[in-house]
């Protein structure tokens, strides 16, 4: 203060033509403080030097205290007269309330802003679960609730909460060792001064209690009596907020020049004297030291005191003189008729009011030497601007100080916090991150969910329910896929539903493509020697023409199977089932014109009959025909009114979809197929009253035996096809197409095959007119 008092009475600039004076109070304990604040208050006695200064009646500012307590008890009382109070180091953020402390200033930022930096630091490094520790007055305790709340908003959980004094009963601190040895915390928040965390660390170090990771407040983060504790060795590791260093030009050179002659009556210049040089100034009762020479310097000597590479509060004192002294230069350059008072008055320069100087302070703004600007809200604080250090090394002589971080309330929320990359000293001088955490946090594909009457920072993980996910670590909830999506085996991310249906390219559409075009190239081979045959008489004594139909319609069936296989559209949908009813009902219809021809013939043998006539090719080709349209008119109606299309059945599995064919209208499919099984049973009964007919004609026999396969493969059909699922359902209707038309072609041309190219001798008219001779007789 007096190294920035002299500097500022040589600048021309400041202050000009006004010299700037000062009284030291050096009081020790809150009553001594608040009676030299009222001293200050009521007025000085008149004080004349060599340079004939007027007299002031009461002081213009009051530079302290340090401490918040002191701080609180004095500016509240001289605040009523509206002298204004600058401090340093007095953090509490009570003192930011007008009503109460309406001449208060500071150039050391409030602790609200620190505790919420803290919390931020608490939260940057993911510990949710943290103690917390203050000592009993208005800083310990402002401050750690301040940063309680602001680590609540932060999402971390306070496990216990503790308080003490270094002059309170033994029980406090004893009932505090005992709540940090039994949690399970790992990171301890001490809000307190240096005096109780070198209490509270002797303490734990006799009862070694280590492992643990301290975060402290600028009151002892940095303060070199750490190192006088018992438990220093504890604190290795500890990260904190403090106010930034800087430089101040000449500061060092001024403390060197220090001399006792400066100072007769300060009991700590003399004892600071007689401790660096080892010798007993004149006038002391210690005479076991050797008498000072009086020629003893600073100029050589490094100590504490000398040391300016950690100028920190210090900065502080410089920075809250030169804010007066600026105050006082606006005031007194004021500009008649321009001035903030009544009409534009000015301050009278010789009869300066306190209150005329609190106007200007509220208003200042400069820049320091060292380009950091200074001003006030309309709190009286400053802009906040922390530096985050770490302990590195702590020994009984020594410490050192990192700094690893910044944190800037003037950025916006996201940049106030910046690490800076530097190597961090964690807690017991590990060399990783501790965990202080109540529960794990739960990974992507499980959710939070709380422990009942505990705090929500203790929770269990639970996997997300189907068709859920989480993908962000914690989360709070699950939410569903969309419907396309389904969660992976890991449930984080949503990934495209599976597209089921029957394919060319797996096994199972192989097999069936190759039984249908194996069906087919079959039915061309024995069209092929039907039609080489054709004038046999085996041949022509089957009706060939219908014989030759039949085997086409066959072919048709065989190859319409291969509509169902592949991924159904909306063209393939209508096809697949109206060429299986129209082919189908083709084939039925040519079986039951074979059925009726041999019933027919049979009965034109008799004497008198001559029913050939009613059913002859052209009746034979018109039952078809007629049989066939009303098939292609029922498949008209169900495509006209409500077709088949694709669809994306998501009932029967959740993880898949299964792409098929949606009948449309479920009565248009079963009068096909209800259309099909009458022709079916009608063909049957007539077969049947023809099996007892000669061998020679008896085809009606081996029709009989392809429509028993018929019904056994169809009446199989209905219940497989309602239970199957998926591309399974597809799969039974081809099987049950492939296996009606092979029973049709085996049954009914392979015995024709059998004669026609192994037993040629019984394919000759004269073979089949034997038999039938044998009937007519």
């Not at 530079?63 to 002298?83: D, N």
């Not at 040089?277 to 002391?284: E, H, K, Q």
């Not at 493509?513 to 061309?524: K, Y």
């Amino acid at each position: 203060m007096i190294f920035a008092i002299e500097e500022i009475n040589q600048n021309p600039a400041i202050l000009p033509n006004h010299t700037m004076g000062y009284k030291i109070y050096n009081s020790c304990g809150m009553s001594n403080i608040i009676r030299s604040a009222l001293d200050l208050a009521n007025g000085q006695r008149e004080i004349i030097d060599e340079r004939n200064c007027t007299k002031a009646d009461t002081a213009q500012a009051v530079l302290g205290h340090s401490g918040s307590a002191p701080t609180v008890g004095f500016a509240r009382i001289i605040g009523r007269f509206q002298i204004p109070v600058l401090s340093h180091f007095a953090t509490c953020a009570c003192l930011s309330n007008r009503e109460e402390f309406p001449s208060f200033f500071r150039t050391i930022p409030s602790d609200l802003h620190q505790s919420r930096a803290l919390a931020k630091l608490v939260k940057h490094f993911g510990w949710t679960w943290v103690g917390a520790i203050s000592n009993k007055n208005d800083y310990g305790i402002n401050g750690i609730a301040a940063f309680i709340q602001a680590a609540q908003e932060e999402g971390v959980c306070i496990e216990y909460y503790q308080a003490f004094e270094q002059t309170g009963p033994l029980h406090e601190l004893t009932k505090v060792v005992e709540t940090v040895k039994y949690s399970t915390s790992k990171v301890i928040v001490a809000f307190m001064s240096h005096r109780e965390i070198n209490v509270l660390v002797t303490e734990l170090f006799k009862q070694n209690i280590t492992g643990l990771q301290w975060v402290g407040s600028d009151a002892w983060i940095t303060d070199d009596s750490l190192t006088d504790s018992e438990g220093h060795s504890l604190l290795v590791g500890s990260l904190g907020f403090t106010v930034s260093k800087a430089k101040i030009p000449g500061l060092e050179e001024h403390l060197r020049q220090l001399h006792p002659s400066q100072f007769p009556d300060s009991q700590f210049v003399r004892d600071f004297w007689e401790d660096v040089f080892d010798c007993a100034l004149n006038g002391t009762a210690n005479t076991q030291r050797k008498p000072c020479c009086g020629f003893e310097s600073l100029q050589t000597v490094e100590s504490y005191f000398t040391d300016v590479s950690e100028l920190r509060f210090t900065n502080n004192v410089y920075k809250s003189v030169y804010t007066v002294a600026y105050a006082l230069h606006s005031l007194v350059m004021c500009e008649e008729g321009r001035g903030p008072f009544y009409n534009g008055s000015c301050a009278d320069t010789g009869n300066i009011q306190p209150w005329q100087v609190l106007h200007y302070l509220q208003n200042v703004n400069f820049t320091t030497n060292q380009k950091e600007r200074v001003t006030f809200d309309q709190n009286g604080d400053i802009p906040a601007r922390y530096e985050l250090v770490n302990l590195q090394h702590v020994t009984s002589r020594t410490m050192h100080v990192a700094t690893v971080g910044v944190f800037d309330s003037t950025l916006s929320r996201e940049r106030q916090f910046i690490m800076n990359g530097m190597k961090i000293v964690w807690g017991g001088g590990s060399h990783t991150v501790p965990v202080s955490v109540c529960s794990e946090s739960c990974p992507p594909g499980k959710h939070k969910v709380l422990q009942k009457s505990k705090h929500i920072c203790c929770y269990d993980c639970i996997p997300c329910a189907e068709g859920e996910i989480s993908n962000i670590t914690d989360s709070k909830e699950c939410f569903k896929c969309p419907v396309d999506y389904w969660p992976d085996t890991r449930g984080d991310t949503c990934i495209l539903k599976e597209i089921e249906f029957l394919s060319y390219a797996e096994i199972m559409g192989i097999i069936l493509t190759f039984f249908c075009l194996m069906g087919a190239i079959v039915t061309t081979v024995i069209a092929s020697i039907f039609f080489h045959f054709r004038e046999t008489p085996i041949v022509r004594a089957n009706n060939s023409e219908l014989s030759f139909l039949l085997l086409f319609s066959l072919t048709l069936c065989f190859l319409c199977s291969l509509t169902f296989i592949g991924r159904p559209t909306e063209w393939s949908c209508m096809l697949r089932h109206t060429a299986f009813g129209i082919t189908f009902v083709l084939c039925i219809s040519c079986v039951l014109g074979k059925t009726i021809v041999v019933l027919m013939a049979f009965r034109a043998t008799l004497p008198g009959r001559n029913v050939m006539k009613w059913f002859g090719p052209a009746q034979q080709r018109l039952s078809v025909l007629a049989f066939t349209l009303i098939q292609v008119l029922i498949c008209i109606l169900w495509l006209t009114i409500n077709p088949p299309f694709p669809h994306k059945n998501m009932n029967h599995y959740k993880e898949r979809i299964i792409l098929e064919c949606s009948l449309g209208s479920p009565v248009g499919f079963w009068a096909v197929l209800g259309y099909i099984g009458l022709l079916a049973v009608l063909c049957f009964v007539l077969a049947f009253m023809a099996r007892m007919l000669p061998d020679n004609f008896n085809e009606a026999k081996f029709i009989t035996f392809s429509m028993l396969i018929f019904w056994a493969v169809w009446i199989a059909f209905v219940p497989a096809y309602v239970s199957s699922p998926g591309k399974f359902t597809v799969a039974v209707e081809i099987f049950a197409i492939i296996a009606s038309s092979y029973g049709l072609l085996l049954c009914i041309f392979m015995p024709k095959c059998y004669v026609i190219l192994l037993r040629p001798e019984q394919n000759t008219k004269r073979h089949i007119m034997s038999k039938s001779k044998d009937i007519q007789c």
